[in-house]
């Protein structure tokens, strides 16, 4: 497989024989992880919003909120 450019972003083409295997489609979920020998694995998901939303969670508790950034918000408001 080759890697592609695609807008600012790399893609990679899944061929159509992994796509019959795993039965995905366009818009499907997937879930990428880091292997501990440097590899990547990607499996079929579904979308929990549960999970995404615990995630969202810790990101937003692991900003800080400094002046700076509330500023930002009041004038984003103003808009």
């Keep these: 497989m080759q890697i592609a450019k695609w807008g600012n972003s790399l893609a990679l083409r899944i061929p159509a024989d992994y796509v ?25 998901s579904k979308w929990d919003r549960g999970a995404f939303a615990q995630e969202l969670e810790k990101t937003r508790e692991a900003m800080p909120m400094t002046q700076a950034v509330m500023e930002e918000f009041r004038r984003a408001a103003r808009y």
């Design 20 to 44: 019959r295997q795993t039965g995905l489609k366009e818009g499907s979920w997937v879930q990428a992880t880091l292997t501990v020998d440097g590899g990547i694995s990607i499996r079929a």
